[in-house]
């Protein structure tokens, strides 16, 4: 759904929830960029059970916020005695390097948290940028998204060299390869492979074509 759909979205599942003074609907219209609408209404009812366990009356924007990042990523784990300070900042120059990137790369992106406390769903931190509300991505866009994904691990890279990067950016770079692939062989955005779309060949999977392979790796090593 577009911006003013989510909108709409919105209002209809608050229809029956009291609401806070502070909630701007518009606003979380605007934070909610590619929720569906399923996902737009468990977000409210995860807000009004967060109200009804601490016995408020209203839904609150901190009972919002609070279920949008559990929407996301999942609860954040309580127990955080376990995590080593090595840990910590090793995840804290992670995410500091994805949230960086997108400033320096991506200034209409709004960077609206970046946390290093584990969440039940198994990430060990998070840098949570929201795109502008567009239809479609440009070429130069989709190459910015790729630099944001690997932000984490040249992050460590630098700050703790070559030898000690982490297991911490595998999801990062399955996005990065998903983006490379999907600018080459979906969108025909490669000088190299030309208009083709690649995306229904039976024929041959494209992690069998070397060419494919090398030109992708060389575009994410540049």
Known sequence: PDLKAREEILKLHTRN???SRDVNLRKLALDTIYFS???????????AMLAAKKSEKEI???HIDRAYYKVLVGDEKKDRSGISARDRMITAYHEAGHALVTKLVSKENRVTKVSIIPSTK??????LNIPPDRIYS???EIIN??????????????KFGKDKITTGASSDLEKATEL???MICIYGMDSSFGLLNYNNTQ????YENKELIKRAKDILDS
């Open 180 to 182: 490379v692939f999907s």
């Open 138 to 140: 440009t070429k130069e």
């Open 17 to 19: 929830k009291h609401l």
């Open 37 to 47: 609408g399923a996902k737009s209404e468990n977000l409210l009812n995860e807000s």
């Open 203 to 206: 024929e041959t999977s494209i």
């Open 145 to 158: 998204n790729i630099k944001i994904a690997l932000g984490g691990r040249a992050a460590e890279e630098l």
């Open 122 to 127: 198994g990430i060990g931190g998070f840098s």
């Open 60 to 62: 609150t924007k901190e």
